[in-house]
């Protein structure tokens, strides 16, 4: 099958129908001029590799989109939804979007510093005072090798810039090791889908934070807490208020924090029966069943389609369809380093975004050029634990998004698509 057919319609009839699933716009003024295009044997290889880890076993089905110049260059479908009902990958398909939530939330959030209701500098303990009296947690070990938890006064109150670029010091707690990580996976975070936001917080906020706030970029629930935020400010819930302001607007008609209607349910993309488990703690959830908490870190599920209208926002921008959602000085700001040396922040030992990335508000932000290859910088993106991901790149007037359910080849996968289509622009 050639990268431009996925169905007996063929090129012509697969654009005209992206056209109208994806509402695409046209692209911006003088990109093309300077962008890299795709070669056809480039994506040949990018849909050959996907159809061969299909072949593998590795999962069912993947859907990859990429949108060039406000209309898709590539799409196609591949496998199933599921080993169970052999349905197959369409582009209604529900996947779990976990962490690609959290650009969401931060766009969000970021409306409401356009509109003078939040300000990056302001501490977090304005909007949930519990975090005016929190502590910071220090092992020290005794002279006997016993390692203890002291709690130290923060330096400095936690930032609302801190909960956008992960140097909150609220970790997940299911990684890294050490008392701080076991004292936040003993408190089954993850466990408490019956809590609302307001009572997540609140447990959070009785822990010790890990780090002295700004001082190591530690990846956690710090865009849970920015959720909260959001819902204090604007007296809704955060769905409410992403309903109301992003997503009805935008089109995004299947982003939502679980799946409520029992007739979209067979639309649901699963992992392998064998690969469901994104943590050691915790399992991949079942996005059928309701629940209260609406994680601004890792909550969503959606569609390639609704995400790619949110993609296109971002590279447009800021706007969409002739209508604007963020200035585009403010999406310069979030895709911009916010951990560079300057701010002397410390990268974690599992530090995500790798050597060549720093972190911006929301993304990681690509900052200098990977050996051997000439990639774009300022491409932004992120990803979730599920196996989905997202990249916007400027330079080349692109987006790119994979959906996927694997947690356990996540990684893999999303180092060897992104070589490959890069591969495929001559980079």
Do not use: C
């Not at 590795?58 to 590539?74: C, D, E, R, S």
């Not at 692109?398 to 996927?404: D, R």
Request: charged content about 20%; glycine content about 12%.
């Amino acid at each position: 099958m050639k990268p431009w057919r996925s169905d007996r319609f063929g090129r012509r009839g697969l654009i005209a129908a992206l056209v109208l699933l994806f509402g695409v716009v046209g692209a911006r003024a003088g990109s093309e001029g300077r962008a890299h295009n795709f070669s056809p044997e480039g994506l040949a290889k990018v849909s050959e590799y996907i159809r061969s880890e299909i072949a593998a076993g590795t999962f069912p089905g993947a859907i990859l989109l990429l949108q060039q110049h406000g209309k898709p260059v590539y799409y196609e479908n591949f496998g199933v939804r599921d080993v169970a009902t052999e349905i197959s990958m369409s582009a209604d398909t529900i996947f779990r979007l976990y962490s690609m939530s959290k650009p969401v939330t931060t766009v969000l959030a970021m409306m409401l510093v356009e509109e003078g209701r939040l300000s990056l500098d302001d501490p977090v303990s304005k909007y949930i005072p519990a975090f005016a009296v929190m502590k910071v947690g220090v092992e020290k070990k005794a002279e006997d090798g016993k390692v203890s938890l002291a709690l130290e006064p923060l330096n400095r109150p936690v930032t609302i810039e801190d909960l956008m670029r992960h140097t909150a010091g609220l970790p997940y707690g299911y990684y890294g090791g050490g008392l701080i990580n076991k004292l936040y996976a003993d408190a089954g975070l993850f466990d408490n889908k019956a809590l609302t936001n307001a009572e997540l917080v609140a447990k959070i906020a009785a822990l010790p934070l890990a780090e002295q706030p700004g001082t190591i970029w530690d990846y956690g629930h710090s865009t849970d807490v920015l959720g909260r935020i959001i819902e204090v400010i604007s007296g809704k819930t955060l769905f409410e208020f992403a309903k109301e302001r992003l997503l009805d607007p935008l089109g995004m008609i299947d982003t939502a924090y679980y799946v409520a209607d029992p007739a979209k349910w067979p639309r649901i993309a699963e992992p392998m029966p064998t690969d469901r488990a994104t943590s050691p703690m915790t399992q991949v959830r079942d996005p059928r069943k309701p629940l209260r908490w609406e994680s601004g870190g890792g909550g969503m599920v959606g569609t390639v389609s609704d995400y790619a209208r949110f993609s296109q926002m971002l590279l447009n921008g800021g706007s969409y369809e002739g209508r604007r959602y963020l200035k585009p000085e403010t999406i310069a700001l979030m895709a911009s380093d916010h951990i560079g040396p300057e701010t002397k922040v410390v990268r974690d030992q599992n530090y995500y975004p790798g050597g060549s990335s720093g972190f911006g508000l929301g993304f990681a932000v690509r900052t200098s050029v990977p050996q051997g290859t000439s990639w774009p910088l300022g491409e932004y993106r992120w990803d979730g634990v599920g196996g989905t991901f997202f990249f916007i790149d400027p330079e080349d007037d692109l987006f790119g998004i994979f959906m996927v359910q694997t947690p356990s080849q996540r990684g893999r996968i999303q180092l060897a698509l992104k070589t490959l289509i890069y591969q495929a622009m001559g980079r």
